[in-house]
C-alpha cells in the first residue's frame, strides 16, 4: 500500500473546480500535502494512509474536467501538517480552457433563495458553472487573468472562496451584488433608464413589446416577446429567416417534438439552441416559416431572473449582428449600431475578453460550434509540427494542432466581412497565447482568392512557416475520419473549388486519406452569372434546364423578355457562366422549380424551404442516369430537375419536394456502395452542409448500412464549414508526416 506520491494530472483542470475539489478529497481520506495548477496539469503532493483511495478520488476529476493523464513519482519534500491550495504559476498549456456553461441548478436556487447572500443576483456562479472562456484573458486560470480582476471581492466573498467547506472554493467568478459586476438599463440613445431592479424593468418592456439588447456571456442578443417578431425581423432584413426562442422547459414542451436525447440536450451544461421540429408545422410563422423552430433554454442568472418577471412564455433571442458579422459585445457599440432597432439595452460593466455565439445542434449533430462546446479541444495525433488551420471563408472558425491537440476556436462568421475577418486574426492571437503555439505549418483552403487563404500566406510568411493548400471537400472528409486509413468519402454541400478549377459541391472519393481519388460527382450544370445564381435560384434553375418550358414559366412568374434574353444568351455563350456539382445549386434549383423560394434572402434558405415543404411528403422512386465522364461516375442531376418538372400536375408539391432530395441521395449514396465494392472498402465517410437535412442524411446512412458498410460520421463536429479548419490541420498533419 502506497503511503505517499506526487499525482500530475493533465488535461482540462483550469476553471473547472480541479483544485478545491483536490482539496475536499484530501480532507476526506486525511491526506497531507498540497495541489498547485501548472497550466493544464495539476501536481499534487500528497501523503497518508489512505493515499490509493484519494488517488482513485482525484483521478475521476470534476464535472468539468477532462482528464488526459494520470502519473504517480515520488513525493517531494517531507509531509507537512496540513493540506493547502498552493498559488498558481506557468506550466504545460495542452489542456486549454473549458467553454462557457450554462448556470447550474445549485446557482439558481441561491438566486431564489429569500433572504440569501445571492437572492436575484444576475451573475452568481460557483466552480461548476458560468464564464470560462468569454472572460480569460491568460492561462494559468485565476482571478487576476480573467476579466473579473476588476472586481475586487468583498468580506463574504473572499470568505466563501477560501472556505474548502463552500462550493465556491476558489471560484475564480465568485461575485455578489455588493463586490460583483453591475447592470443598468439604457434607453436607445444610450441614456440610463433610473429604476430600482433593471431586470424587472426590462421584463416590463418586453411585455409592452419593446425590443431590448442584452449582453450575456459572450456577446450582446436582441429580445422581443413573439408579438414584436415581425417588427424585430423588419428591422433586422431578416423577414424570412427562422428566429431561435427562449423558453423553459414546459413550454418548449408544449411547441415542438421532443424526444429524449433532445431533452437531454437542451438542460446539458452546454445549453445550446436545438431546433426541433414543431408539433404544429405551421404554428408561429413569425417566428419560423419552417416546420422546424430553434429553442434553447435560459442558461444565465439573468434569463432565470428575466422570465421570473415576464408574463409571455416565450422571449425571441437572436445574436445581435448582421449575418456572417461578429457579435457585439461592447455597450457602446451596441447602442451605436443597434440605435435605430432596439428601444433599450441591458447591459453590464463586465468585459467580454472572447466574444461566443449560441451553439446550434440538429437531432443530435451540431450545426454550429460555439458556446458551450468551443473552443473545443481534440485529442489526436498528427506529428511533432504545430498547425495552424485558417479555415474556409463562411461559417469560418480556425483550429491549431500542438502536441497531439487539436484546439479549434468558436464560430466565427464571413470573413469576406472586414470586421470578421480582424475578429478571425484575433482568435488566432488569443488562441496562439493560450496554447503556446509557434507555427511550423500553416493549413488553408485551396481557393486562392479567399481571406483566409491570403492571411494564411501573410502569416505564414510571419512565422517562416510551410503552407498547405487543402481542397475544400477533402477537409469535409478529413475532418469526419480523422485518420489516414482508406474510405469512400461522400462530401454534399454549397460550394468548393475543386482540382479541375470547377466549383465541386457533390463528391465522391475513394482511397486513404492523404491521396483521396475524386471518383465520382454529381453532373456539372451551369452557374448564370455566378454568385448571382445563388441569390436568385430561377437562374440556377435555367442553368441546369435552359428549355422553352423553364422561359416560359420564368416568363409567367414576371421575368420581361429582355431579361430572359440576357439571361438565354449567357447560358448559350457560356460568359459569366460558372461550371459546378454542388448539390446546395440542385435544391436550389428544384426550391425555385416548385416556387418555394425565388430569392434566397439569407444562407441555405431554398433547401432549407424545400426541406420543410417536403414535411409529410411521400417521395416516388425515380429512376437516374448515371455515365461515366473523365474517369468518374456521373449522376445526372438534370434528370432530377427534369423529372421535378414533368410532375408537377401529377403530384402533390410536398411528394415531389421529398422525391427531389429522396432520390438525389439514393442514387448517390448507391455509387457511393458500388465505389465501395470497387475499392473493396468497409467504410463510407458522410460530411458537407447539405446533410444536415434529414431526408438527405437518413437515406445516404439507410443505404450504406443496407449494404453492409460502415457510415462515419463525426458528431464532434459540424457537417458543414465549421469542421473545415479541423479538416485541414488533420490532413496537413498527416500529409507532414509522410
Partial sequence: MQKSGQIIIKGIVQGVGFRPFVYAQAKKYDICGNVKNLGSEVRINAFGENFDSFLAAVSRGTPLSKIDSVSVLKAEGNSPDNFQIEKSSAGSLSGFIPPDVSICDECISDIFNKGGRYENYWATSCVNCGPRYSIINEVPY????????????????????????????????????????????????????????????????????????????????????????????????RTEQALAIMADEKTVLGIAEVNDDEREILNSPEHPIVVLYKKNPASHPEISNLDTIGCMLPYTGLHHLLFSHLKSPVLIMTSANAPGNPMITK??????????????????????????????????????????????????????????????????????????FCFTSPHIGNIKNPSTLEYLENTVDNLKR????????????????????????????????????????????????????????????????????????????????????????????????????????????????????????LSSRGWNDLELSILEKQ???????????????????????????????????????????????????????????????????????????????????????????????????????????????????????????????????????KAGLNMVINREYPFGDGCISYGQCVYAGLISEK
Fill in 331 to 404: 455597450t457602446e457599440e451596441a447602442v451605436k449600431k443597434l440605435g435605430g432597432c432596439i428601444d433599450y439595452c441591458l447591459t453590464n460593466n463586465r468585459h467580454i475578453r472572447n466574444r461566443c455565439d449560441d451553439s446550434v445542434v440538429r437531432e443530435g449533430y451540431l450545426i454550429r460550434l460555439s458556446r458551450g462546446y468551443a473552443p473545443k479541444r481534440t485529442r489526436i495525433k498528427l506529428g511533432n509540427k504545430c498547425i495552424l488551420g485558417t479555415g474556409p471563408e463562411l461559417y469560418s472558425n480556425i483550429s491549431i494542432y500542438k502536441d497531439e
Fill in 571 to 705: 447560358v448559350s455563350t457560356g460568359f459569366n457562366v460558372p461550371m459546378t456539382s454542388s448539390a446546395g445549386r440542385v435544391l436550389d434549383a428544384a426550391a425555385a422549380l416548385l416556387g418555394i423560394c425565388r430569392e434566397r434572402t439569407y444562407d441555405g434558405e431554398p433547401a432549407m424551404k424545400m426541406e420543410s415543404s417536403a414535411s409529410g411528403g411521400k417521395p416516388e422512386d425515380w429512376k437516374l442516369s448515371v455515365y461515366e465522364k473523365d474517369g468518374c461516375s456521373v449522376l445526372s442531376t438534370k434528370d432530377i430537375i427534369k423529372k421535378a418538372f414533368l410532375s408537377r400536375d401529377s403530384m402533390p408539391l410536398q411528394d415531389i419536394a421529398a422525391s427531389v432530395q429522396y432520390n438525389l441521395a439514393r442514387e448517390f449514396a448507391g455509387i457511393a456502395v458500388l465505389k465501395a465494392s470497387e475499392y473493396g472498402i468497409n467504410d463510407v465517410v458522410l460530411s458537407g452542409g447539405v446533410c444536415i437535412n434529414h431526408l438527405i442524411r437518413e437515406t445516404i446512412k439507410e443505404t450504406i448500412n
Fill in 142 to 237: 485565476d482571478r487576476e487573468r480573467t476579466t473579473m480582476d476588476k472586481f475586487p471581492m468583498c468580506r463574504e466573498c473572499d470568505e466563501e472562496y477560501k472556505s474548502p467547506h463552500s462550493r465556491r472554493h476558489h471560484a475564480q467568478t465568485i461575485a455578489c451584488d455588493k463586490c460583483g459586476p453591475e447592470l443598468s438599463l439604457l434607453d436607445e440613445k444610450g441614456q440610463l433608464v433610473k429604476c430600482n431592479d433593471p431586470i424587472e424593468k426590462a421584463a416590463y418592456l418586453l411585455d409592452k413589446g419593446n425590443i431590448i439588447a442584452i449582453k450575456g456571456i459572450g456577446g450582446f442578443h436582441i429580445a422581443c416577446i413573439e408579438n414584436t417578431a415581425l417588427k424585430l425581423k423588419k428591422c433586422l432584413g
Fill in 434 to 553: 493560450l496554447t503556446g503555439a509557434e507555427f511550423d505549418v500553416i493549413a488553408h483552403d485551396m481557393h486562392p482568392q479567399f481571406l483566409s487563404t491570403r492571411y494564411a500566406k501573410r502569416i505564414a510568411e510571419e512565422f517562416g512557416a510551410e503552407t498547405v493548400p487543402v481542397q475544400h471537400h477533402r477537409a469535409h472528409i478529413a475532418a469526419a475520419l480523422g485518420k489516414n486509413e482508406p474510405c469512400i468519402g461522400i462530401a454534399l454541400d454549397g460550394v468548393g473549388l475543386g482540382d479541375d478549377g470547377t466549383i465541386w459541391g457533390g463528391e465522391i472519393f475513394a482511397g486513404e486519406l492523404t491521396s483521396l481519388k475524386r471518383v465520382a460527382h454529381l453532373e456539372y450544370v451551369k452557374m448564370p452569372g455566378g454568385d448571382l445564381a445563388t441569390q436568385f435560384p430561377e437562374r440556377m434553375l435555367y442553368g441546369i434546364m435552359p428549355s422553352e418550358e423553364i422561359a416560359n414559366l
